[in-house]
């Protein structure tokens, strides 16, 4: 394995007709951004983008121990109202007994930054046809992994939509633990842009979120809609360390700079939105558009894809602007249906229209001593995304 970015043409056939986060342009904006240990895996009719990683990295979040009780786990507990000293006690029983999962050398077949699993298959596909392609990649990723030390194989963020039918059915025959993991979340653009949005909302949302518009559109200069290069502008880096440091993640600005040039190199698939006041950027938020072109020259009316974001500290509303209005805005006169919103802050989401989109992810013990780590560890997630869901039912609209 290595991190010199492989030839992706093969990548490219097999992935025409997914979701623009499973096509050659994102998978090389990410390559090797966690680990060197990175490969690619083709079988006849399929492929997989798969890491090797042992829980050392500095991007965690993919080792066995993170995809089933890792730091988004917390935000699980806060979701379901699980916050009582008994619940953290339980939940600080759970990661103790996986300890041994944190170091367990893993590997996880997924897609870097976005929230679906790392595996295309040729679409034109019988059903049957395509759950046999796919077995045999995530088979060939096993076969692959073992001699190199993993002790688990991971698909992870598998959705609960038709088209992934075969990554559901798979599993099981190979012996595969399933886990519920965080839900995705997506925004459907109404016809009729922002005005017909906020009228959409539950009534006792109405008056917030056009206030929130008001106090934006009073305190800002303008919105401006730019292309990839901005990315590459300097005046964004500070912003996007200083937002990310307010939660902890203080990297050095090449890190940064290094996030911004590859959404940077998405080129014509991107769109950066800016809101400038006094002449200086107050945030960002970069669009990735899937299709690429947008309707009419498009396909049917897809969807858009937020990468990367950051707002200064303000009281005039730009998270809520730039996340969520600003990009209704920009949908509804692009010809786009929907908005992908990602696995953090669903409150917030919710209550502004939003709706879930459920994951699961699967694990393989190789090192079959782990089987009753991953089964209790994986038994227990499942638990807690579902007492996630029922509390938050009443929000989705």
């Known amino acids: 394995m290595t991190a010199e970015l492989p030839d992706l043409a093969a990548w490219a056939a097999l992935a025409r007709g997914w979701p623009i986060e499973l096509g050659p342009r994102w998978l090389a904006a990410e390559w090797a951004r966690v680990t060197p240990r990175s490969a690619l895996a083709f079988g006849a009719r399929a492929a997989a983008s798969w890491l090797l990683v042992d829980g050392s990295e500095q991007r965690t979040g993919y080792v066995a121990h993170d995809l089933l009780l890792g730091p988004d786990l917390d935000d699980a507990l806060r979701d379901a109202g699980r916050t009582t000293p008994a619940d953290l006690a339980r939940c600080a029983g759970a990661r103790d007994r996986a300890a041994p999962l944190r170091t367990a050398r893993t590997a996880t077949i997924t897609t870097i930054s976005s929230y679906f699993p790392g595996i295309v298959w040729d679409v034109g596909l019988a059903a049957a046809d395509a759950e046999t392609a796919a077995r045999r990649v995530v088979e060939q990723v096993a076969a692959a992994a073992q001699p190199q030390g993993a002790a688990v194989v991971a698909v992870a963020n598998v959705p609960d939509a038709e088209r992934f039918a075969p990554l559901r059915t798979i599993p099981a025959g190979l012996g595969m633990v399933r886990t519920a993991v965080a839900p995705d979340s997506e925004l459907a653009v109404v016809p ?22 008001r106090e934006f559109a009073r305190a800002i200069d303008r919105v401006v809609v730019e292309d ?22 203080a990297d050095a600005q090449a890190a940064f700079r290094d996030r911004l040039a590859r959404t940077s190199s998405h080129g014509d698939h991107v769109r950066v939105l800016v809101a400038e006041q006094a002449g200086r950027a107050l945030g960002f938020i970069a669009l990735v558009l899937d299709p690429p072109l947008g309707p009419p020259l498009g396909e049917a009316p897809g969807r858009l894809v937020p990468r990367l974001f950051a707002c200064a500290d303000n009281d005039v509303f730009a998270y809520f602007n730039l996340v969520f209005y600003e990009p209704v805005r920009v949908a509804a006169a692009w010809g786009y249906a929907a908005i992908s919103l990602g696995s953090t802050a669903y409150r917030a989401k919710l209550l502004r229209g939003a709706r879930l989109l459920p994951r699961s992810t699967w694990l393989l013990p190789l090192d079959p001593g782990l089987r009753g780590l991953i089964a209790d560890a994986a038994a227990y997630r499942s638990e807690l995304e579902a007492a996630r869901r029922d509390a938050l039912a009443g929000l989705e609209r």
């Open 228 to 249: 990839a290069a901005r990315l590459r502008a300097p005046d964004l880096v500070p912003l996007l360390a200083a937002h990310h440091g307010k939660y902890g993640h």
């Open 192 to 213: 009729g842009g922002l005005p017909a949005y906020t009228s959409a909302l539950r009534a006792s949302m109405r008056p917030p979120v056009r206030r929130e518009q």
